[in-house]
């Protein structure tokens, strides 16, 4: 019988493709202001991706999206796992993603700093006060847990990457980055601008409320004012 042996180095890397991300303070909010976002053909075709371990309904397809936000823009619905690349003309293309775990989510606007391909890993301090045994640095490659590709969010810990796990894609996983499939998101990398506005919708959108109006005079009909206080476009 032979026995199987881990290192340090090996279970820190184990560790740190289930994670992969910095952690901040859940619903952070940012502010940017958008330089114009370049312009995409709405007709742009988009090829599935082809791993067996990827749900159907998580692979990358040119889909319906009706959207004030201007083509190049990217949208993060949190809750249900998907990214949104903004084509325009009510088009848009779909990419499942995996999203930050219980605790680990924000949602605000941000934009892409840079782009980075087969990038090199720091974790952050944040990261490793709780998980001291990680490395402080992998370099880039196919063991790194960013993946083939990231596109850093404004000068926060937060990234766009890719993963070598496409079973983690539709769940809660991450520290707080948003991880799609190595073939996703070098797809993505080659769409999308340093620069692009990033906008990312909270995993829980405010209810909407309801307010009765005051009860009207002679008999008029009520009606009921209700209030969205977020869009969800």
Not at 13 to 23: E, Q, R, V
Not at 39 to 62: I, K
Request: with cysteine; net charge neutral; hydrophobic share 35%.
């Amino acid at each position: 019988m032979s026995a199987r042996f881990f290192t340090t180095g090996s279970l820190a890397l184990i560790a740190a493709a289930a994670l992969s991300c910095g952690a901040a303070q859940a619903q952070q909010r940012f502010a940017y202001n958008s330089p114009s976002a370049p312009q995409y053909a709405p007709n742009e075709q988009a090829t599935p991706d082809q791993d067996a371990q990827l749900d159907p309904r998580f692979q990358r397809q040119v889909v319906n999206y009706t959207s004030k936000e201007a083509p190049g823009t990217v949208i993060i619905d949190t809750p249900h796992t998907y990214l949104y690349y903004v084509l325009g003309n009510g088009q848009a293309i779909r990419y499942g993603i995996g999203v930050g775990r219980q605790g680990f989510t924000w949602s605000g606007v941000q934009h892409v700093a840079r782009k980075a391909e087969w990038p090199d890993w720091y974790p952050p301090a944040e990261m490793i006060a709780r998980q001291p045994y990680l490395p402080r640095m992998t370099a880039g490659g196919p063991g790194n847990p960013l993946g083939a590709r990231a596109m850093y969010l404004g000068g926060t810990e937060y990234r766009i990457h890719g993963t070598n796990d496409p079973s983690t894609i539709g769940k809660d996983v991450s520290s707080g980055c948003i991880r799609l499939t190595n073939e996703d998101v070098e797809d993505l990398y080659n769409h999308v601008q340093v620069g692009a506005k990033v906008i990312v919708l909270p995993q829980n959108p405010p209810a909407v409320t309801a307010q009765r109006a005051p009860a009207p005079a002679n008999n008029a009909r009520i009606s009921l004012n209700v209030t969205t206080p977020y869009s969800l476009y």
